[in-house]
């Protein structure tokens, strides 16, 4: 089954976001455990968001998680560490780090033409001799488009969990043409390198690109080669791949129950994890790609992935600066409001999860980003 959500144009993922507060909008001078948590379910209320979970990691180990609200609306049951959300955008820091898994292999090159690597042949129809590259689509300069609602009206459809199509040949079919379902929309009149465009439908191309490269299903390599490594348990891009008793948080959309779902272009925002998973994710980068007893990516990967490649957006590859020196993503989509970052230099790490859209608090220049951010701050030596 299909799901049309129309009562407002929606953005499916979000590069930066940005608000202005007034002057008298400061933070409390100090914020303690108690006021924190009242500080945030003040906001909680007022944002009428049905439920917050929030993590802060400091060298190795979870040093602060709370959880607000309710899992579902007509019940008093409250979220844990166990409770799995989804998380939009922010799904993409996952696939920047299969991608640069296959780097470090050598089974990638990042500035090869892509259509070494694919089954088709993805070019731009406005600039058919200029070749796409990885290192193009990890940082948003392949000349992909978002693409908004303007831009393809039902690229924001979504299936019922079970029922959404793979991403090939969807995506062979959407992108190029003489397909019946080619959209013209999605590509940019830039000549791919030359200019930044947040796009959706390039982080689905680099989980292509895992998938056809790897030889195995986009969802099934990350489980494989990133959760389960790191304990992350209760993570999957695809529900069919967690446990049948995983404990869901329910979705909202401006206070509608809505189903849970997926879509073919996944990659870019399905993942499903908790805040006890998020933690082990930020740790691990933290730790330069090491946890515990076992590495993801070395640590001249990590800093290649983070290091800066776009100095006016501030994107590294995929990884982007939020507030100062805290890097990572955010993201927004039906039943979902996220925000993770982590901070190197100072071994601080911050996810922050609701199960509704529009939760602008949780964001970089909202209350509760701020709060977490600066109660955080006290962990550092």
Known sequence: MQHHFTKSVFILGIAMLFWHCSEDDELPQTIDQDSLNTLIEEERIQENAPAIAAVIVKDGQVVWENFFGFKTLNTTERPDE??????ASVSKTVVAVAVMQLVEQGLLDLDEDVNTYIPFALRNPNFPNTPITARMLLTHTSSLSWPTNAEDPNFNNTFESANAPGIYPWLR????????????????????????????????????????????????????????????????FKIADLSPTTDFASLYFEGQLIPQYSAPHY?????????????????????????????????????QMFTIKVPDKKVGFIWTVL?????????????????????????????????????????????????IHKYAEQFVD
């Not at 166990?82 to 998380?87: C, E, M, P, R």
């Not at 993503?329 to 999860?353: A, C, P, Q, T």
């Open 267 to 303: 990659p870019a925002f399905a993942l499903r994890s908790t805040t006890a998973d998020m933690a082990n994710f930020m740790i691990a980068m933290l730790n330069e790609g090491a946890f515990g007893e076992v590495r993801v990516l070395q640590a001249i990967t990590v800093q």
């Open 173 to 236: 079919d959407y992108l190029t043409p003489n397909n019946p379902n080619f959209q013209p929309n999605s590509w940019q009149n830039n000549a791919p390198g030359t200019s930044y465009q947040y796009s959706n439908i390039g982080a689905a191309v680099l989980g292509y690109l895992v998938q056809s490269i790897s030889g195995m299903d986009f969802n099934s390599y990350c489980v494989e080669h990133i959760f389960a490594p790191l304990q992350m348990h209760n993570s999957a």
């Open 323 to 371: 507030s100062g020196k805290w890097m990572g993503h955010i993201g927004e989509y039906w039943g979902v409001s996220s925000s993770m970052d982590i901070h190197r230099e100072k071994n601080l790490g911050v996810f922050i999860v609701s199960n509704d859209s529009h939760i602008e608090s949780i964001y970089p220049e909202g209350k509760i980003y701020r709060y």
């Open 82 to 87: 166990n409770t799995v959300f989804i998380l």
